[in-house]
């Protein structure tokens, strides 16, 4: 593994910050998402998390309590690291060590696999995740920056 794909993760979140963000931005994020998985009948869930807040969760049929562990670990990671739980997965493995296995930080509470990524406001910071729980972490992470990405060019536009 190179320095890469860490550089093409830190261009997604410096490309994915919105220019504001409020509860109908996470309806708006939550449900794109669950468009998204409709079409495949993907058993996935999602969660929009900002200012300390779950703004928009949803589970899909096919999901059960783990997708929940791992959204609320996914999430976590990110809103401790500032980094999408994506990244940190693939710079733990860069430096060979195993994420889940650093002395400070509880495997139950944080974990380094794909699909949570950072919600920021341009020029302001972070401020949340969205968060995606089901498929292989790749797909998770996928489906949150599509959905990132649609939202911060409807922003762009003015709409």
Same mark, same amino acid.
């Given at each position: 593994? !190179?320095?890469?794909?860490?550089?093409?993760?830190?261009?997604?979140?410096?490309?994915?910050?919105?220019?504001?963000?409020?509860? $109908? @931005? &996470?309806?708006?994020?939550?449900? /794109?998402? #669950?468009?998204?998985? $409709? #079409?495949?009948?993907?058993?996935? &869930?999602?969660?929009?998390?900002?200012?300390?807040?779950?703004?928009?969760?949803?589970?899909?049929?096919?999901?059960?309590?783990? !997708?929940?562990?791992?959204? %609320?670990?996914?999430?976590?990671?990110?809103?401790?690291?500032?980094?999408?739980?994506?990244?940190?997965?693939?710079?733990?493995?860069?430096?060979?060590?195993?994420?889940? /296995?650093?002395?400070?930080?509880?495997?139950?509470?944080?974990?380094?696999? +794909?699909?949570?990524?950072?919600?920021?406001? %341009?020029?302001?910071?972070?401020?949340? &995740?969205? @968060?995606?729980? +089901? /498929?292989?972490?790749?797909?998770?992470?996928?489906?949150?920056? $599509? &959905?990132?990405?649609?939202?911060?060019?409807?922003?762009?536009? +003015?709409?």
């Amino acid at each position: 593994m !190179n320095n890469d794909i860490l550089n093409e993760l830190l261009a997604q979140e410096d490309e994915l910050q919105l220019h504001y963000f409020n509860n $109908d @931005t &996470a309806w708006e994020l939550g449900n /794109l998402i #669950k468009a998204a998985a $409709d #079409k495949t009948a993907a058993p996935i &869930a999602v969660e929009v998390y900002a200012f300390e807040h779950v703004l928009f969760s949803y589970f899909m049929p096919g999901t059960n309590k783990d !997708n929940h562990d791992w959204i %609320k670990r996914k999430r976590q990671s990110v809103m401790r690291f500032s980094h999408s739980s994506y990244y940190q997965g693939q710079y733990n493995a860069l430096k060979n060590r195993n994420f889940e /296995l650093i002395p400070h930080l509880d495997p139950k509470e944080y974990c380094a696999h +794909g699909g949570s990524f950072p919600i920021r406001l %341009k020029n302001s910071g972070l401020i949340g &995740a969205v @968060t995606v729980s +089901g /498929l292989a972490q790749e797909i998770d992470h996928q489906m949150a920056i $599509d &959905a990132m990405r649609i939202i911060v060019g409807e922003q762009k536009r +003015g709409s």
